[in-house]
Each structure stands twice: as C-alpha cells, then as structure tokens.
C-alpha cells in the first residue's frame, strides 16, 4: 500500500514493554491520530517512526520500502512539537525557510517559498517578526508552516496544540486540518485529547499500555468505543448496564443487550411528555446550561441537561439524543 506501515512494533525499556506488537497504517493523504493516555506508548511510537527510536522487533515502511534503520534526516519527514521550537533568532520568515535553505534552494526561492507559507497559514504581513512577538497560536503556525516547507512525505506532529487554551486549541485544530487536506500532507498526529483528534483526523488508533486496542475511522471509534474503558476515554461520562442499557436500546430501536455510553448531554429535559419520565433531584451550572440529577424509573439516578434548573421533586420528561450514545458492543477493531 502507498503511505506509512507500521508492522508489528514493540519496544521495551528494561523490564517495561512500551510498546507491544503494534500495527497501524496511514494512507497517502490521510490523517491518523494516535491517542492514549499518558504512558500508553504514544510518544515512543511517534520516535520510532520518526527515526530517533529504533526498535526491538517489527519494521516501519513508507510506499512499501522498509525505512525501519534508515536515519531520521533521510526518511523525509517533518516533525512538528507542541512547543513549536522556533529560532528566537531567526525572523518568522527564516524560520520557515530555514530546511530550505539546508535543501541548498537559494535565499530569493526560499524567501519566496516562506512567504507563500505564511499565506496558506494565516500569517500574511508577519514575514519579518521575531518570533517572541508572537501569540502561542501564531507560533504553532509558524511551525507548521516550516514543517511544509520541505513538502515532507510525512508530517508527525507531537500535541501541537496542547500548550494552548482550550478555545485556541479548538480553533487552530480546524484551520490546521483544512491546511493539511488543502496541501495533501499524509500526517500522523499524537495526543490524550479526544476533542483535537476526532477534529484533525480521518482515522484513529487507540493505545492503551502498549498495545492497539482499537483503529478504524475516527466516526466509527465515536460511535462504538471497544469497552468501557475506550468509552470513558472518549467522554462519554454515564455508563448503563444491564436493564437500565436494554431500555436505551429498545428507546433507540437499536438490538442487543450490551452496555450503553453515554456522553453529556445525551440526556435533555423534554419540552413535552419525553421518552422517559423521573424526578428532578440537584443540579449545578456551567457556563451555558444546567445539568440535573434525575431519577429515572428505568435508568436509574442520572445526568439530564437542561436550559433552566427545574425544583427539587419536579416531575420531569427526559429526551435521549441518539448521536451523544455509543453500544459497545458494535465496533471496529485492530490488534
């Protein structure tokens, strides 16, 4: 296949196994993102493809050639950190154009090149700041910007964006996406944020100490989290079982007696009769909505959303939003 193969990985680190037998693919033009806790053996994977870890068993290839010992400067890949690493002493614009340069392009293309860069992210007129002047944002950008500048084969990125604030993270994780399809760059993004990889990526793998315990379309990882554990990973907060799930089910028409997941929100009060009816019990705000305990005869004690906090001992309707509820027992897999 044409892209990056990862074929069978593992790595340890005296008596601790950092990575275990793992396989993953990523498709020319593709975005994968590998999430996982800290420690699951995101970090040490990212380096073995990158070439600064060799491993102890298994190959990485790239367009079917095994590049498993070649050095990190010859594979043709870029590597983008979450820290950025700009040269405080370069300008914005040699900055970007600083692996050009090293290509042996000459000062004027490379110039040029840079300053076409500085374009498609978002930095036109910034050429000649220094990169302290800079918001973190913006230097995540410049980042990018020099991490295209060689048009890498494969563009890595180690949580680019968790350095920022949330409002920032989510906003760049948008544009960074469009940038990366609009260019055509084969990309494999690490992170433990679920938010920024569901919204940069086309796929997904999830580790979990050391080992690949779930990979398909970030959509189907979404929608059918392997187990519990994936699901409250993923955000979803509220786990049913038992009666309680089959009466999700059969609210949903959906077969099956598995656990059911439940993401915040899944549960709203209803403007009517609902789906469910129960009594309303505590509740606490947040910014921009108010959630409350309800008991619910056939759900149990749980979180319900709501517009208004309702009083205690209210008898509420409760809707069931199917898109905010994952069956865990409907999923792809990977090992």
Known sequence: ?????????????????????????????????????????????????????????GQVL???????????????????????????????????????RRQGVSRREASERARELLDLVGLTGFADRAPRTLSGGQQQRVALARALAAQPRLLLLDEPLS????????????????????TGTT????????????????????????????????????????????????????ILTGEPAIAVRQALQAPGDGPVALRRGALRVSTGSGQ??????????????????????ALGRVPVTAEVAPPEGARLGVDLLPARVAFLNVHRTAT
């Open 1 to 57: 296949m044409s892209g990056l193969e990862v074929r069978d990985v593992s790595v340890a680190f005296d008596t601790t196994q950092a990575l275990d037998a793992v396989s993953l693919d990523v498709e020319t033009g593709r975005i994968l993102a590998v999430l996982g806790p800290s420690g699951c053996g995101k970090s040490t994977l990212l380096r073995v493809i990158a070439g600064l870890q060799q491993p102890g068993s």
């Open 62 to 100: 790239f367009d079917g050639q095994d590049v498993t010992g070649v050095p990190t400067h010859r594979r043709g890949f870029a590597l983008m950190f979450q820290d950025g690493q700009l040269f405080e002493h370069l300008s914005v614009s040699a900055n970007v154009a600083y692996p050009l």
């Open 163 to 182: 350095a920022l604030d949330r409002d920032l993270r989510e906003r760049l994780a948008i544009d960074l996406r469009q940038i990366l399809l609009s």
């Open 187 to 238: 990309a494999l993004l690490v992170t433990h944020d679920h938010s920024e990889a569901f919204t940069l990526a086309d796929d997904a793998v999830l580790l979990r100490a050391g080992r690949v315990v779930q990979h398909g379309e970030v959509a189907d990882l979404w929608r059918g989290p392997v187990d519990e554990e994936a699901a409250r990973f993923l955000g979803y907060g509220t």
């Open 276 to 297: 469910f009816a129960g009594v309303a019990g505590p509740s606490a705000y947040a910014a921009d909505e108010v959630t409350v305990e309800v008991d619910l005869p």
